[in-house]
T-cell receptor, first 110, second 113 residues
Framework: GIQVEQSPPDLILQEGANSTLRCNFS?????LQWFHQNPWGQLINLFY???GTKQNGRLSATTVATERYSLLYISSSQTTDSGVYFC????????????FGQGTELSVKP | DSGVTQTPKHLITATGQRVTLRCSPR?????VYWYQQSLDQGLQFLIQ???????AKGNILERFSAQQFPDLHSELNLSSLELGDSALYFC????????????FGPGTRLTVT
């Protein structure tokens, strides 16, 4: 099956700093999503981005499907950005399921 | 708020017992997915239903079963519970499958003592 690798596993930032999270996947995909899991355990949809670039406020994401990676950019980080960021992928030939990476745990210090 | 609801939020039960987790998908979504998040296995796909029929199975134990009802809500039944079944169980929904964005409910935290 498809393998998903996220890096770095942990990240500690000062408030106001920028960061880039990476997601590598081992095969072509038709679905790629980024999630933020907050300290209460909720999975919040950030981006649905099987290819291309999208921006939403201080967050943006880019997926280069031909090279099998996606990047999530967080600018001017805030303490509320803390939590775990997951990348998840799916492909038509594996049905509709999402395969998750192990996540990047982000801690933003005031 | 994703529009996906799950009940209960928390569940504490003893080994050997049986529990039922409930999920209501977003209005209009036909596909429902169940995922398990545990400390050692991460987030893993369990099973998918599409418009009442089982569509795909993942790493779901034989002690677990699910169904999707005509009103499209879904239930995940866990029986003969073991300590290792303690986890966060998520339900997600999408309009169809595959390749559509999935929206996740708030999860049910199951603790088996």
């Amino acid at each position: 099956g498809i393998q998903v690798e996220q890096s770095p596993p942990d990240l500690i930032l000062q408030e106001g700093a920028n960061s880039t999270l990476r997601c590598n996947f081992s095969d072509s995909v038709n679905n790629l999503q980024w999630f933020h899991q907050n300290p209460w355990g909720q999975l919040i949809n950030l981006f649905y981005i099987p290819s291309g670039t999208k921006q939403n406020g201080r967050l943006s994401a880019t997926t280069v499907a031909t090279e099998r990676y996606s990047l999530l950019y967080i600018s001017s980080s805030q303490t509320t950005d803390s939590g775990v960021y997951f990348c998840a992928v799916g492909s038509y030939n594996q049905g509709g399921k999402l395969i998750f990476g192990q996540g990047t745990e982000l801690s933003v210090k005031p | 708020d994703s529009g996906v609801t799950q009940t209960p939020k928390h569940l504490i039960t003893a080994t050997g017992q049986r529990v039922t987790l409930r999920c209501s998908p977003r209005s209009g979504d036909l596909s429902v997915y169940w995922y398990q998040q545990s400390l050692d296995q991460g987030l893993q796909f369990l099973i998918q239903y599409y418009n009442g029929e089982e569509r795909a199975k993942g790493n779901i134990l034989e002690r677990f079963s699910a169904q999707q009802f005509p009103d499209l809500h879904s239930e995940l039944n866990l029986s003969s519970l073991e300590l290792g079944d303690s986890a966060l169980y998520f339900c997600a929904s999408s309009p169809r499958d595959p390749g559509y964005e999935q929206y996740f409910g708030p999860g049910t935290r199951l603790t088996v003592t």
